[in-house]
């Protein structure tokens, strides 16, 4: 089971240049969701997303977009990156389960630095 | 304002030892409380989940509480192993709207030291 990819694990970015984050799952999860995690804090949601086709935004999402037009992937796009971009950004999915909890999935991690 | 507090920052034990790490939580509504372990460059991974009628789970070597009334929980580790060095994270779920959504603290490091 390869649970939640993300790709690339690191990524060096210039002030002004965007980019894709990439997340896959193959867990036939309904929920996905984009974090940050900054040294000395908790992580942070971006954006999440219900289903395919819904979306919806987190606690940071200014600077960020995200799609989800499949139910495996979900990828978040930087447009024109900037240093306070520099962060880890991680990935995660879970389920409804009626009446339980849904266990969150993450995956490894994206190091991303903008110079 | 939602909040997970979690103390210490970072501790430091010998191998064989046992802690206990705390988490204080201002989140409402309340769903659920978790904690992760998350090893360095690795994504967080569960431990436990504790529903507000559960006042103690265990995983292993690993036993967490919660007090709702109080909103504290503590992850106590027994007998602790080099590999038990990570930094444990406190999350606290909140259903808005049909979403659980995730309010982490910002962990605690552990290292434990032969």
């Not at chain 1, 908790?42 to 395919?52: P, T």
């Not at chain 1, 600077?63 to 037009?69: D, E």
């Not at chain 2, 909040?3 to 802690?19: A, D, H, M, R, Y």
Request: hydrophobic fraction near 30%.
């Amino acid at each position: 089971n390869a649970g939640v990819t993300q790709t690339p694990k690191f990524q060096v970015l210039k002030t002004g240049q965007s980019m894709t984050l990439q997340c896959a799952q193959d867990m036939n999860h309904e929920y996905m969701s984009w974090y940050r995690q900054d040294p000395g804090m908790g992580l942070r949601l971006i954006h999440y997303s219900v289903g395919a086709g819904i979306t919806d935004q987190g606690e940071v999402p200014n600077g960020y977009n995200v799609s989800r037009s499949t139910t495996e992937d979900f990828p978040l796009r930087l447009l024109s990156a900037a240093p306070s971009q520099t962060s880890v950004y991680f990935c995660a999915s879970s389920y409804s389960r009626s009446g339980g909890v849904a266990e969150a999935f993450f995956g490894q991690g994206t190091r991303l630095t903008v110079v | 304002k939602n909040q997970v507090e979690q103390s210490p920052q970072s501790l430091i034990i010998l191998e064989g030892k046992n802690c206990t790490l705390q988490c204080n939580y201002t989140v409402s509504p309340f769903s659920n409380l978790r904690w992760y372990k998350q090893d360095t460059g690795r994504g967080p991974v569960s431990l436990t989940i504790m529903t507000f009628s559960e006042n103690t789970k265990s995983n292993g070597r690993y036993t967490a509480t919660l007090d709702a009334d109080t909103k504290q929980s503590s992850l106590h580790i027994t007998a602790s192993q080099l590999s038990d060095s990570a930094s444990y994270i406190c999350v606290v779920s909140s259903n808005s709207g049909g979403y659980n959504k995730l309010i982490f603290g910002a962990g605690t490091r552990l290292a434990v030291h032969p």
